[in-house]
């Protein structure tokens, strides 16, 4: 029974590899219908749930930017998959935040909108934003979660003892999140970081205000928890990635045409 369930495993996993839009090999099994009706019922659940931004400029400003920007991701990788719609929507929120959902969803918070001294640096998030949404970064969070939890599972079947199987899982599970869910999600906020810097470049927004705006954030957040333990990869790292991938993102805004986009 084990190389039975050990082979199915095995071609499960192998049936879902694939690449990034940057090469990295990921692992995307929950169909993209799934993915993308998820995220529209996620998102119809929070404007329902916050305060949306009614102000018309800033609504405005945002829908500029985030057009730019999604036509130049289509340019900049065009064998993503690309969603065929974007919703982009201001919440009312002063958390310095934006997020994404499959689907092409996209929430910014005013508290970002205030951070954010120029568009360029607003542009940087929100092309990171849509960054996520075309290398399925959800879809792989998701695929990842649903191993974690066959594997504990399988764990129980496998162990003889009651004791033994709770201390195992416990430790899979503490093992789990700081060896793979952690710094995976450190690896797609770094490779979302870099697709956002092309993509905001590409859509005629000075990338060099990608570093002033992670400056900002840092002013803006405070003490960060050690990376070790993070999500995200800290402000300096950032700052230092984008800068090391800083002359080709410079060469596509010398190539583009200036972006207008403003209150």
Known sequence: ???????????????????????????????????????????????????????????????????????????????APMPESWEVVVFRNDTPNAFALPGGKIGVHTGLVRVAETP????????????????????ER???????????????????????????????????????????SRAHESEADLMGLAIMARAGFNPEQSVELWRNMARASGEQPLEFLST?????????DLSAHMESANQLFRAAVPADCNL
């Open 232 to 240: 995200h990869p800290n402000h300096d790292t950032r700052i230092g």
């Open 120 to 139: 360029a640096q607003l542009a940087t998030v929100i092309g990171h934003e849509v960054a996520h949404v075309l290398a399925d970064h959800g879809n």
């Open 1 to 79: 029974m084990r190389p039975l369930i050990l082979g199915l495993l095995a071609l499960f996993l192998l049936t879902g590899c694939q690449e990034s839009p940057t090469g990295r090999n990921q692992l995307a099994l929950v169909p993209d219908a799934v993915m993308a009706d998820i995220g529209q019922q996620s998102f119809a659940q929070m404007k329902e749930q916050n305060p949306v931004q009614e102000d018309p400029r800033v609504n405005r400003l945002v829908q500029c930017i985030a057009g730019k920007l999604v036509r130049a991701a289509a340019i900049q990788y065009p064998a």
């Open 142 to 184: 998701l695929t990842q979660e649903l191993g974690l939890k066959a594997s504990l599972f399988l764990v129980g079947l496998f162990t003889e003892s009651e004791i033994a199987e709770d201390q195992l899982q416990n430790a899979l599970g503490i093992g789990a999140q700081l060896g793979i869910t952690l710094p995976f």
